[in-house]
């Protein structure tokens, strides 16, 4: 099991992330506020889980290891696989998640794409003993955003979860305001502002 990864961002997309450990590059698929976190050319460490399947090694890279469990714990549900998993990581942090579980917030849950109602049931139900056993943890300094680049993030991200270029559109520029307000938003604010408003 690969737990962590530490070493040089080499490269970036919206949902992923390139780390050279000392020659070795390994790619990750991150939740588009993680990606949009890295700097190309600077250390960093991601909390990984590998998702195995008889046709792929797939690994996931997270901020912190709270979410990775977060990650891991979500597809122990039936049904759920590391897409919508993801999406679920993307769309709430892991106290929101917790939360949503614990006090069987279906609302909360099914403003992650690809989750409906009885899938946000069968979620509370198969996790709710499980759910308090993640220990909280406090996350990194969010990437805040800068110029465009917010948008680019945000639309990157949304198309990578499944949204297409219209919606993602759309749904930037539904949270454009906030960029305006306080241009120091943290770009999963605006990410998680952005699907609020898709979900709707």
């Known amino acids: 099991m690969i737990a962590q990864l530490t070493g040089t961002v080499v490269a970036a997309g919206t949902t992923w992330v390139v780390v050279d450990l000392n020659g070795f590059g390994v790619r990750a698929l991150c939740t588009p506020a993680t990606a949009s976190a890295v700097r190309i050319g600077q250390p960093t460490t991601l909390a990984t889980s590998l998702v195995?399947?008889?046709?792929?090694?797939?690994?996931?890279?997270?901020?912190?290891?709270?979410?990775?469990?977060?990650?891991?714990?979500?597809?122990?549900?039936?049904?759920?696989?590391?897409?919508?998993?993801?999406?679920?990581?993307?769309?709430?942090?892991?106290?929101?998640?917790?939360?949503?579980?614990?006090?069987?917030?279906?609302?909360?849950?099914?403003k992650v794409p690809g989750i409906g109602v009885k899938g946000a049931q069968r979620l509370v139900i198969e996790l709710k003993d499980k759910i308090n056993t993640l220990a909280?943890?406090?996350?990194?300094?969010p990437a805040t955003a800068s110029g465009q680049q917010w948008r680019d993030q945000v639309k990157g991200g949304l198309e990578g979860l499944g949204w297409s270029a219209r919606d993602a559109d759309r749904a930037c520029d539904g949270v454009a305001h906030l960029v305006e307000s306080d241009p120091a938003t943290p770009v999963a604010v605006l990410m998680r502002a952005a699907l609020r408003s898709l979900a709707k």
């Open 136 to 141: 909280a943890t406090s996350a990194a300094a």
């Open 52 to 110: 195995v399947r008889e046709d792929s090694l797939t690994l996931y890279g997270f901020a912190d290891a709270d979410e990775r469990d977060c990650f891991e714990l979500v597809q122990s549900a039936s049904g759920i696989g590391p897409k919508i998993a993801q999406a679920v990581v993307s769309v709430l942090s892991p106290d929101a998640l917790r939360a949503a579980v614990a006090a069987e917030n279906i609302p909360a849950l099914t």
